[in-house]
């Protein structure tokens, strides 16, 4: 398959971004760092806008806290501002990844998910172990250079990558 380009103007536009801060907003309207960014959403918007277009975006620190239930693992949230980014950028390169996806996937795809696998007679669904943790940046930055060739867009999911917190350590 051919690399996707020219993705830059996509990501930085304003309905891109719009769109991005209310899906990443969508129920936690009630937190005070969301609702107080969305009572600022145009000149929080045009400030993020400003900065992605120059290249001076940096993501900020992730909070990181430890839940129980179902089972005990660490979660990391981004500042809900990285989350709108995040949206922007997923908002474009969703529709590229999802087309290369074996259609018999089923989690965490839109209009899917696990319960729609279920039209299937055998199924198998897992949860590997500290994946997230796992995960080699480098091998990850390759693997998107592959699939898309603009280059103001992959600095920005570098970008996004570099910044997260550091994981617990993985013991293959």
């Known amino acids: 398959m051919r690399r996707s380009g020219n993705l830059?103007?996509?990501?930085?536009?304003?309905?891109?971004?719009?769109?991005?801060?209310?899906?990443?907003?969508?129920?936690?309207?009630?937190r005070p760092d969301v609702a107080a960014f969305l009572l600022e959403?145009?000149?929080?918007?045009?400030?993020?806008?400003?900065?992605?277009?120059?290249?001076?975006?940096?993501?900020?620190?992730?909070?990181t806290?430890?839940?129980?239930?179902?089972?005990q693992r660490q979660i990391s949230a981004a500042p809900?501002?990285?989350?709108v980014v995040h949206h922007a950028l997923t908002q474009v390169l969703e529709p590229i990844f999802e087309r290369r996806f074996?259609?018999?996937?089923?989690?965490?795809?839109?209009?899917r998910g696990t319960?729609?696998?279920g039209r299937h007679p055998y199924?198998?669904?897992c949860d590997?172990?500290?994946y997230f943790a796992s995960i080699d940046h480098q091998i990850l930055g390759e693997e998107l250079e592959r699939v898309i060739r603009c280059q103001p867009t992959l600095a920005l999911a570098n970008t996004i990558i570099a910044g997260s917190n550091a994981q617990e350590c993985v013991d293959w």
Do not use: M
Request: charge should be positive.
């Open 8 to 30: 830059w103007e996509t990501v930085v536009s304003w309905p891109n971004l719009e769109e991005a801060a209310h899906r990443a907003a969508l129920g936690k309207r009630s």
């Open 41 to 63: 959403l145009e000149p929080r918007l045009a400030a993020l806008r400003r900065e992605l277009r120059e290249g001076i975006y940096s993501t900020s620190g992730y909070r």
């Open 65 to 71: 806290f430890v839940i129980r239930e179902p089972k």
């Open 80 to 83: 809900f501002r990285d989350r």
């Open 102 to 111: 074996v259609e018999t996937s089923y989690a965490c795809r839109p209009g």
């Open 115 to 117: 319960s729609a696998a």
């Open 123 to 125: 199924v198998l669904k």
């Open 128 to 130: 590997i172990r500290k």
